[in-house]
């Protein structure tokens, strides 16, 4: 659906020249959920610019649905915007408006009756279940129902595309959530390809199947959901998975030297983390009886990504030195990533 080659993106001139977009080719499918994620100033919301050519690309080729965007004539590129909705952080409603009026607003310069339009504006009200505030204003609306009235305004001309700029960062995380179950219906339901800008990496484990991740500019890491998370190859994307597990809280504890983390001799503080979507036995539990040790969980963050486990625990190992090591072995066998942080020493 989504094809961009060697995009970059240049502002300024001369030596006073930023590169926000560096290079970037990247395709998305039809009816996929795309996240693109990155910190401040890693060039994502410029990168999902240039897909409707709201930024027009310093060089570079950008096709949506079979059309190279990138070569149309000002009429043309116009009518190619009607296939690509857009929403926003700050929503971009009109405040004068209704959210009837807001909703029916991109349908100004369609061929339908003034009846079509009418009953057009109140499905997809429906659609986004805020079908009882069409005579409501902006402001007398939450931030969740003003990003539901900007999705119907976003889908009020059929796009095959739907482009979402931290559409969720101005909101609570129960909202968030919403908002996003919302758009995984609309995609299931319309066959609708979404892209999702964010620098939170929850939104992408919630909703996205594959994502890229940007850094200066840069495309650095690009995957399955799953397989990002579970062996991230660039630092970046190490720091952006440290903001959403609790498993990265067992650094601190160690450096408070918290009594949790003070171990006795022959025991070691080992991280245990699911690399693989296949594991799905009782390992901690089979471990502990396999080898005759003890596991004292100290910190637990599994979840469901694409319909496998991911994450990990944290505990204390203690036993026998050998059968410690044998169990060590036997988890790495099992796909389960094994870490140790903090050992002991063998027991005297």
Same mark, same amino acid.
């Given at each position: ?9 240049v502002?300024?001139t ?10 970037v ?20 919301? /410029? =990168? ?38 857009m ?7 009109? &405040? ?5 009026g807001?909703?029916a ?7 339908l ?23 409501a ?6 931030g ?8 119907a305004r976003?889908?009020?001309?059929? #796009? ?7 559409? /969720?960062?101005?909101?609570? #995380? ?10 995984k ?5 319309l066959? %609708? /390809?979404v892209?999702?800008?964010t ?6 484990k ?25 062996n ?8 952006f ?5 609790n ?6 504890? =160690?450096?408070?030297?918290? &009594?949790?983390?003070?171990?006795? #001799?022959?025991?070691? @503080? ?11 036995? &009782?390992l %901690? ?13 100290i910190f637990?963050? @599994?979840?469901?990504?694409?319909d496998? &486990?991911?994450?990990? /625990? ?16 036997? =988890?790495a ?16």
């Open positions: 659906m989504i094809e961009l080659e060697k995009i970059s993106k502002f300024g001369g030596g006073r020249e930023v590169h926000a977009i560096d290079d080719s990247l395709s998305i499918g039809k009816g996929e959920i795309f996240g693109i994620i990155g910190f401040s100033g890693a060039g994502k919301s /410029t =990168l999902v610019r240039c897909i409707n050519l709201l930024e027009m690309p310093t060089s570079g080729r950008v096709t949506v649905d079979g059309r190279e965007l990138t070569t149309l004539s000002p009429k043309e590129l116009r009518t190619a915007r009607k296939g690509i909705g929403i926003f952080q700050h929503f971009n409603l009109m &405040p004068s408006r209704t959210v009837f807001n909703v607003f991109p349908l100004k310069g369609s061929n009756s003034k009846q079509e339009k009418e009953e057009k504006v109140r499905e997809l009200l429906r659609l986004v279940d805020i079908g009882d505030k069409e005579n204003y902006p402001n007398q609306l939450s969740g129902q003003k990003q539901r009235v900007a999705i976003a889908l009020a001309n059929d #796009p095959k595309v739907l482009l979402c700029d931290e559409a /969720t960062s101005a909101l609570d #995380p129960q909202t968030t959530k919403s908002i996003l179950q919302l758009l219906k609309l995609n299931k339901q066959g %609708i /390809t892209v999702m800008i620098h939170e990496m929850a939104v992408i919630e909703i996205c199947s594959r994502v890229a991740v940007m850094e200066k500019g840069r495309l650095v890491e690009e995957g399955e959901v799953f397989s990002i998370f579970a991230p190859k660039e630092d970046v994307t190490r720091d998975i440290k903001t959403t597990s498993l990265q809280k067992i650094s601190g504890l =160690l450096k408070e030297d918290s &009594p949790v983390t003070r171990l006795k #001799p022959g025991e070691m @503080i080992v991280r245990l983390s699911y690399v693989e979507k296949n594991v799905s036995e &009782p %901690i539990s089979m471990v502990s009886r396999k080898f005759d040790i003890d596991l004292n969980i637990s963050d @599994i979840e469901i990504i694409q496998a &486990p991911i994450g990990g /625990t944290v505990a204390i190992m203690s036993g026998k030195r050998e059968q410690i090591d044998q169990a060590m072995n036997y =988890l066998e099992k796909n389960v990533g094994v870490e140790v942080i903090k050992d002991a020493g063998i027991a005297s």
